[in-house]
T-cell receptor, first 112, second 110 residues
């Protein structure tokens, strides 16, 4: 089975620009999660989808971040406008039943 | 507050020496504890979880509820163990998110 796929793997953008990250979960996994690791800090939860619904978005830092999962398949995470402190590695994970996450390889976002 | 603390950012150990990566947690209730590992240029992956009580790649971790610790141990380090290790916890409900520590980089010296 294909794993969790994220792209791009790297993105460098200027402050104020918009970036959209994409995550393709494992086929059949209803649960999809976004996490972020900012340099020197822990990997922090952003949000959790069950199919197309947001189950928990308590970790979203502010309204510059918008996550969608139309149709319950792939998900996008848009940052608009990006700020310097948004730099970090964004991880996506999926799970069939809420247990046993499989992580993607992450997107390294650098805002300059 | 729910929190995972890994006190060491970097741990350097000689090949063949014992390894212990420390992890303490704070959680109101009975969490599930995990260790995740990220090898160079690879994705984050589950190493072991406390409920399975298994040994993976020679690593073990015992949950000590009294000390709220879940230290990761291996008796003899190997060079291929060099990686970033994250301790993590979750509630037992399928809707509970995973909370990670800041991670410890393990460097095995030849």
């Amino acid at each position: 089975e294909a794993g969790v796929t994220q792209f791009p793997s790297h993105s460098v953008i200027e402050k104020g620009q918009t970036v959209t990250l994409r995550c393709d979960p494992i086929s059949g996994h209803d649960n999809l999660y976004w996490y972020r690791r900012v340099m020197g800090k822990e990997i922090k939860f952003l949000l959790h989808f069950v199919k197309e619904s947001k189950q928990d978005e308590s970790g979203m830092p502010n309204n510059r971040f918008l996550a969608e999962r139309t149709g319950g398949t792939y998900s996008t995470l848009k940052v608009q406008p990006a700020e310097l402190e948004d730099s970090g590695v964004y991880f996506c994970a999926s799970s069939r039943n809420g247990y046993g996450y499989t992580f993607g390889s992450g997107t390294r976002l650098t805002v300059v | 507050a729910q929190r995972v603390t890994q006190p060491e950012k970097l741990l350097s150990v000689f090949k063949g020496a014992p390894v212990e990566l420390k992890c303490n947690y704070s959680y109101s209730g009975s969490p599930e504890l995990f260790w995740y590992v990220q090898y160079s240029r690879q994705r984050l992956q589950l190493l072991l979880r406390h409920i399975s009580r298994e040994s993976i790649k020679g690593f073990t971790a015992d949950l000590n509820k009294g000390e709220t610790s879940f230290h990761l141990k291996k008796p003899f380090a190997q060079e291929e163990d060099s990686a970033m290790y994250y301790c993590a916890l979750s509630g037992k409900s399928r809707d509970d998110k995973i909370i990670f520590g800041k991670g410890t980089r393990l460097h095995i010296l030849p």
